[in-house]
Each structure stands twice: as structure tokens, then as C-alpha cells.
């Protein structure tokens, strides 16, 4: 099973900031990457897949990067409404797997 | 429009069985591959497993291999997981998910709630 370890498991920042989320596999996965946003309450949101392919509807302050082992999620001036929390997760090889997850809270 | 609603809250005592639903929506569910997803209270993401509902080709997660059935019937668009004897760490929401290259549509989830 790969392991998807997610770093920093929280984070503190200020709105208008940058913020970088890291996404480490514990082996290659290719660009079979996808980040997810999950508000409370509510299911997760697909913001990126394919690694750096943002879904449907996502505004263009999100981008991901990264290929294999090592995948970055930056989200570029936060607004309010992205202080919540980020998955990643690989569907290169079943199981799927998620990160155990990165909040970014308001500094 | 894309839609995955589910089946609504449960509250169950330990040992009982439990089957909740996902009924697709907007396009042909036969074709699409539909996951289930378990998160417990305050933790975060887990695949449980995946259904094929053209073919019924089904994969669970190890995890979760033979702690639930993952069934569905494409006559009715509809998927389900089901447990033959709940117990008390099964209390969280399920959602299904819609999995292409990532899973873009979800249900709006499931609060199953098991408790004597």
C-alpha cells in the first residue's frame, strides 16, 4: 500500500498570503495525484487531479505540482474561505489512499 | 446535472446490520466507477472501496476487506455498502464519490451512528 504522508499537518498564515502544502508517497505514483478541500460539515471538494490539472470551477490561485514522490499544492493570496483542510491522495495503484490531511488555520 | 444523494442518518445498537445507498444521477451510471469513503468523527479520509456498477467488479481496501459488502444495482443507478454486525468504531459519515482521475462528484454523505 503506498503511503501518502502530508506536511505540515497544520499551519498558521494570514489572508493574502501564499501557502505551499506539501505531499510526500512512499513510492512513485506517477502524476496520479489529486487534492482535495474539505470544509466542515461538508464533502471534499476536488480541486486538483492529474497532478496539476485544476477541476472544474476551481479558481487559478490553486495550482499543484510535482510528479512521483514529492507533490506541492500552493494556493496564492488565501482568501477566508480557504481556512480549511487539504487531502491529497494517489489512485496509481489500488487501495487509493489519502494523506492523513493539512489545516490551514487563520494567524 | 451530476447528483450522488444518499440514504439518511442511521442509529444502530451493536450487532445489527446496516445497508446505505447512493443513487447516481445525470449520467450513465453504468460507466463510471463509484467509491465509498469513511471518515470518523474528527479524523480524516479512508477509501473503503470501489464498484464498477457496468460489471459489478469490486475492490476493497484491505482494511475494510471483509468488514463490509460493497454491492450495486445499475437498474436503479444506485450503490450500497452494507455490514452484517455493526459495531461501535463503525460510527462515522460515508460518503460515495464519483472516481474518474479523482473522485469530482460526492454524495452528500452518511452519519451512521452506532451506539447501545
Known amino acids: 500500500e503506498t503511503v501518502m504522508t502530508q506536511s505540515p499537518a497544520a499551519l498558521s498564515m494570514s489572508p493574502g498570503e501564499r501557502v505551499t502544502l506539501s505531499c510526500r508517497a512512499s513510492q512513485g505514483v506517477s502524476r496520479n495525484l489529486a487534492w482535495y478541500q474539505q470544509k466542515p460539515g461538508q464533502a471534499p471538494r476536488l480541486l486538483i487531479y492529474?497532478?496539476?490539472t485544476r477541476a472544474t470551477g476551481i479558481p487559478a490561485r490553486f495550482s499543484g505540482s510535482g510528479s512521483e514522490t514529492e507533490f506541492t499544492l500552493t494556493i496564492n493570496s488565501l482568501q477566508s474561505e480557504d481556512f480549511v483542510v487539504y487531502y491529497c491522495?494517489?489512485?496509481?495503484?489500488?487501495?487509493?489512499?489519502f494523506g492523513q490531511g493539512t489545516k490551514v488555520e487563520v494567524k | 446535472e451530476v447528483q450522488l444523494v444518499q440514504s439518511g442518518a442511521e442509529v444502530k445498537e451493536p450487532g445489527e446490520s446496516l445497508k446505505i445507498s447512493c443513487k447516481g444521477s445525470g449520467y450513465s451510471f453504468a460507466n463510471h466507477w463509484v467509491a465509498w469513503v469513511r471518515q470518523m468523527p474528527g479524523k480524516g479520509l479512508e477509501w473503503m472501496g470501489i464498484?464498477?456498477?457496468?460489471?459489478?467488479?469490486?475492490r476493497y481496501s484491505p482494511s475494510f476487506q471483509g468488514q463490509v459488502t460493497i454491492s450495486a444495482d445499475k437498474s436503479i443507478s444506485t450503490a450500497y455498502v452494507q455490514w452484517s454486525s455493526l459495531k461501535a468504531s463503525d460510527t462515522a459519515i460515508y460518503f460515495c464519490?464519483?472516481?474518474?482521475?479523482?473522485?469530482?462528484?460526492w454524495g452528500q454523505g452518511t452519519l451512521v451512528t452506532v451506539s447501545s
Open positions: 464519490a464519483r472516481h474518474e482521475t479523482g473522485a469530482e462528484y
Open positions: 464498484i464498477h456498477p457496468g460489471d459489478s467488479d469490486t
Open positions: 492529474g497532478a496539476s
Open positions: 491522495q494517489q489512485y496509481n495503484d489500488w487501495p487509493w489512499t
